[in-house]
């Protein structure tokens, strides 16, 4: 007899070329996904049907065993919120085996990235805090509204994050100023940006996992996954993603439970970060407020519909997913009694607002949360910050109104994630 520890396994996804096609048998297609420990749950459902036959005594079953039907899958994990340890510099290729990327890309539904160039990215003379000079041909080649970018503050060493609102040859203009201007020659890097898809034409992506536990047997491939999304953002921990996807079926796998490979993985601790709000003509660069403050959350509302039909594959009645209408993002902050935002009259004048979260400032990781059209949903009750006056101030996002006549999903997203 053998019993192993159930914290042991090994997690492995893809971005499926067919619905519910079973890819194991590839596992080339298959990255490993960094994973916290004991968070990955997959359980694999088949519905048993009682056929009700008519039986001549109480408790008998005779020609009348359960018959099996339609099946289906969950699983249930944590990731990280993580860099990838080596930031698009601006002329370094981008990489084709980064895990986290491909679960954002499928979930959220729209990727962005821009086109490396023939040498590093510099921040050029006569850059100011709303629009800053890069080297020649970098701007609308890397760079791209609602795409994002980060460059290095001379006074701090510290890279400040700042989605695009604009963009030409040889700038970039920030959503919100920096918090001074950037010198000649100070790096930049630029992020893979992941927004929300409209899914108006076809049905969502999805993805297939297969997932290994230390016990024989214990091996299984969940088939066309689709799931919603969560985020950790805890003060002094590390950033986390959590992801609760279902299957459209499953079947078990003759994996066996081989050495991992974990690459593009840089965990960053939620600390030497900023939140920074932005004030004034959403459609401008908009004024830069450094939001001191206890707590943050972002509720993602991502929800997904199954497309059910006979024809489905691999006995799943489910032939594919669209995403449920709602809002995309909701969140709260524990903030300071600060005299110089006033949150009431915010909420009051229903001000358009910009929200963006950077968690981590180094080249090492950094991540951008961003909210670029949001409104208070909420009287910002007064509510005590570590015992110190302050407000819990609520918001609601909705789509991207900063940027003119935006042209793909993730230029409108309500939502998005730029991951350096």
């Given at each position: ?8 396994g090994?997690?492995?996804i893809?971005?499926?070329?067919a619905f519910a ?23 694999p459902?088949?519905?048993h049907?009682?056929?009700e ?18 099946k289906s899958?969950?699983?249930a ?10 930031p698009q510099d ?9 895990a986290?990327?491909?679960l ?6 729209a ?16 850059s ?31 890279y ?14 920030p ?11 100070e ?5 893979t ?6 899914n108006?034409?076809g049905l ?5 996992f297969i997932i290994?536990?230390?016990?024989s047997?214990?091996?299984y ?14 003060q ?5 993603l ?19 490979t ?34 943050s959350?972002?509720?993602?509302g991502?929800?997904?519909?199954p497309?059910t ?17 709602g ?5 709260q ?7 110089a935002?006033n949150?009431?009259?915010a909420d ?8 963006f979260?950077?968690?981590g400032?180094?080249t090492?990781?950094i ?6 059209t ?8 007064r509510?005590p910050?570590?015992?110190?006056y302050?407000?819990?101030v ?5 789509n991207?109104?900063?940027?003119s006549?935006?042209?793909t999903?993730v ?10």
């Open positions: 007899m053998t019993v192993q520890v159930s914290a042991l090994r997690t492995r893809a971005a499926e070329a096609v079973d890819e194991s048998g590839t596992p080339a297609n298959f990255l490993d996904l960094p994973i916290v420990e004991n968070s990955g749950t997959f359980v459902l088949t519905d049907l009682e056929p036959l008519q039986q001549q005594y109480l408790h008998s079953f005779t020609n009348s065993k359960m018959v099996l039907a339609k899958s969950t699983l994990l944590q990731t990280y919120l993580a860099g990838t340890g080596a601006g002329n370094n290729a981008w990489s084709t085996t980064w986290l990327g491909r954002l890309s499928v979930l959220m539904g990727v962005q990235q821009g086109t490396p160039q023939a040498a590093a990215t510099t921040v050029q003379a006569g100011t805090t709303s629009s800053v000079n890069v080297t020649a041909g970098h701007g609308n080649t890397l760079g791209s509204p609602g795409g994002a970018y980060a460059v290095r503050i001379q006074s701090t060493g510290l400040e994050a700042r989605e695009i609102l604009s963009c030409t040859a040889n700038a970039v203009v959503k919100v100023a920096h918090s001074s201007a950037p010198v000649a020659g790096p930049i890097i630029w992020a940006t992941f927004g929300l898809t409209n108006q034409a969502l992506s999805t993805l297939q290994e536990g230390a016990e047997g214990d091996e491939v969940g088939l066309g996954m689709q799931g919603t999304l969560a985020i950790d953002i805890t002094g921990q590390i950033a986390k959590s992801a609760n996807l279902t299957g459209a079926s499953w079947v078990r796998s003759a994996a066996s439970l081989a050495a991992s974990i690459t593009d993985f840089s965990p960053i601790a939620h600390m030497t970060s900023e939140l920074i709000l932005g004030t004034g003509t959403i459609t401008s660069t908009q004024t830069r407020n450094l939001v001191s403050h206890s707590s959350t972002w509720t993602p991502l929800a997904n519909l497309v039909s006979p024809e489905g594959p691999a006995s799943s009645g489910i032939i594919g997913w669209k995403r449920a209408r809002r995309a993002i909701t969140g902050v524990q903030v300071y009694d600060d005299a935002t949150w009431i009259t009051t004048n229903r001000t358009d607002l910009s929200l979260q950077q968690i400032m180094t090492s990781g991540v951008l949360l961003s909210a670029p949001v409104q208070l949903s909420v009287v910002p009750p509510t910050a570590n015992d110190l302050g407000f819990l609520s918001w609601a996002g909705r991207d109104e900063a940027i006549s935006p042209s999903d230029q409108r997203s309500a939502f998005r994630i730029h991951i350096f």
